[in-house]
């Protein structure tokens, strides 16, 4: 076996795990391994930002399904990573971030910029690791891509000290592969259980979560979905896990993100089967509300999340993609195809009629009206990119989504700013489409150096933003304890010029502040991006003071828009 540089042979790890980009910053702590990617097919992206960097992997990652990397040098870069390691845990990303370090004779006479990462990373990580020896390095890489995809996925840190940068170790990349990852294959007297359950409740539902899409499940649920007739719900972080335009769709429930229709199904289900949810607060509001005249199957990959925020009546361990063909296997074997019947027409139902209107024509724009425009020109195979504030409430409200890993969303974390970098990273794993960064004005301005590096790199995207010049979430927030205090962001002549921001970037922006006018920008916008190779912003001027429905529980939502006038879908009777 040949002895190599011990860096050369982490790249050739890299390499054969299928990354082809990675994202970073070099430093003085990190340079050896960059030695050695200068000679690999790998491509480096050189973000202006660690947190930037973290986020565009995060991204290549949701999109591609595969391990993302982040590479940063020593001390601050790896504290700048936290939030990126933390928003990859919270919605189960593979990830590998890379640190540099200070020789290991230094690290405890507080060498500069030596800060012991791994201890801070461990909280936020499924493993945090220093490299201690030039012979372990293939091997630690190889570790930390098998813990990152295996059973809920989720981020990896490690940290290279410079002297172990600069060994070698005896490998041979012909012979080395990646480490197999155990798919978790469920009981069957769980799945039989779990098929009774279903064939016994006259009013099922199916909750598609990011497991489902994480997975690849989507086929699979969509076979058990039409076979047994039920009705399915996603979560936010489920978007895309079931087309919304099936006759089976059943909305989204929650007290933030939802469709009112998708919470009154959940509120007249008697079971509902979930899978790869978490039952996130944000979902379920008020669990009283939440759980009340209904049983729960809580099917997921990892054991300790069973349980975790209520107790099922039913738990199932196994990963998403088998469990839900066995029980499309268990339900096939025992009935034939169901028809539709009562239920989903029930469904349906509610779904022509507890609706909300989004065809505003108000000036100021009122932001559904943003939403509408996004769904009638963008085709079913864009992918979506966004964060957090009421803008990404309104987006889960009001945005179609028909494809798995076509709707992004930092889900449990919702770190400002995420919106650019991830945005970068899927159209670096995926040139060929179309994608859509729909942020705040205040997120965008949270890593808007991001644009640099897409305008250097030439990675082209368009960037909706939906500017109220406030913390607009927060604003709503305040509004039960009576202030307005700490969270408008206008000054001047309108604040933030955001249009000559992306001219000085060198990139096109337009704003608009018509709502006419809101479908020939989104137009220029993509024909310019594809043109110019240019990241691209629509700034649309929304209503500054609009709220977004929602309530503390799934039978407490606030509207404060006028709602379409349609009879509305009155309760039934089940007992008969």
């Known amino acids: 076996m040949k002895r190599i540089p011990c860096m050369e042979a982490v790249v050739a790890v890299l390499e054969s795990e299928g990354v082809d980009t990675v994202f970073g910053i070099p430093g003085a702590a990190i340079l050896p391994l960059y030695a050695a990617l200068q000679h690999s097919d790998i491509r480096n992206i ?36 936290i939030t990126g390691l933390y928003t990859a845990l919270a919605d189960s990303i593979p990830m590998i971030c890379i640190t540099g370090q200070a020789a290991r004779d230094k690290l405890h006479q507080e060498a500069f910029q030596a800060v012991d990462i791994v201890e801070i990373a461990k909280p936020v990580t499924k493993w945090a690791v220093q490299l201690k020896e030039p012979a372990q390095a293939p091997w630690v890489f190889r570790e930390a891509f098998r813990i990152a995809r295996s059973g809920r996925p989720g981020p990896v840190l490690i940290d290279l000290p410079i002297d172990v940068q600069r060994g070698t170790c ?47 499940a989507d086929a699979e649920l969509r076979a058990l979905a039409e076979h047994l007739q039920i009705p399915v719900q996603v979560t936010l972080m489920g978007k895309g896990a079931f087309p919304e335009d099936h006759p089976l769709f059943a909305g989204m429930a929650g007290i933030q993100t939802q469709t009112r229709w998708g919470n009154a199904a959940l509120l007249e289900s008697d079971l509902v089967l979930a899978v790869g949810a978490r039952f996130g607060d944000r979902h379920t509001g008020d669990l009283d509300t939440y759980r009340r005249g209904r049983k729960f199957i809580h099917v997921d990959i990892e054991p300790t999340q069973i349980g975790k925020v ?14 839900l063909a066995a029980m499309a296997g268990e339900a096939s074997s025992r009935t034939k195809a169901r028809r539709p019947g009562r239920w989903p027409a029930r469904v349906a139902e509610l779904r022509g009629t507890l609706l909300r209107r989004d065809d505003f024509d ?24 966004t964060a957090i504030g009421l803008y990404q409430i309104w987006s889960g409200q009001f945005q179609k989504t028909y494809l798995p890993r076509r709707y992004l969303v930092c889900g449990q974390a919702g770190p400002l700013g995420w919106e650019v970098p991830a945005a970068m990273g899927v159209k670096c794993a995926y040139p060929e489409r179309q994608v859509v960064a729909v942020a705040g004005d205040y997120s965008f301005q ?34 039960p ?18 249009v000559k921001l992306m001219e000085a970037f060198g990139c096109p922006a ?21 043109r110019q190779q240019l990241p691209v912003l629509v700034e649309v001027m929304v209503e500054r003071e609009a709220n977004a429905a929602m309530g503390p529980s799934l039978d407490a939502i606030k509207e404060f828009e006028p709602l379409p006038e349609q009879a509305l879908a009155l309760a039934i009777d089940w007992s008969d």
Not at 362 to 375: A, G, H, Q, S, T
Not at 449 to 478: D, K, T
Not at 511 to 529: K, M, T, Y
């Open 46 to 81: 050189t973000v202006r930002h660690e947190e930037g960097g973290t986020h565009a992997a995060d991204g290549w990652a949701r999109v591609t399904g595969n391990v993302g990397v982040c590479i940063g040098t020593s001390g601050p870069a790896g504290t700048n990573m």
């Open 362 to 385: 108000d000036v100021p724009i009122k932001p559904p009206r943003v939403f509408r425009e996004l769904n009638d020109f963008y085709g079913p195979d864009t992918t979506f990119v």
């Open 170 to 216: 005896l490998y041979d990349r012909e012979i080395d592969t990646p480490l197999p990852v155990e798919v978790p294959q469920p009981r069957p007297l769980a799945i039989r259980a779990a098929i009774d359950m279903l064939m016994g409740a006259q009013r099922p539902l199916i909750l598609a979560g990011g497991g489902v899409v994480i997975a690849d």
């Open 446 to 479: 949270f890593l808007m150096e991001e644009i640099a590096v897409a305008a250097q790199y030439r990675i082209p995207f368009v960037i909706v933003m939906i500017n109220n010049e406030y913390l607009g979430l927060i604003r709503q927030a305040e509004i």
């Open 481 to 498: 304890y009576d202030m307005n205090y700490a969270v408008d962001l206008h000054y001047g002549e309108g604040g933030v010029d955001h």
């Open 310 to 323: 209520f107790e099922p009546d039913l738990g199932v361990v196994g990963h998403a993609r088998p469990t």
């Open 510 to 530: 337009r704003r608009v502040e018509l709502p006419g006018e809101i479908g020939d920008a989104l137009a220029w916008a993509s024909a310019e991006a594809e």
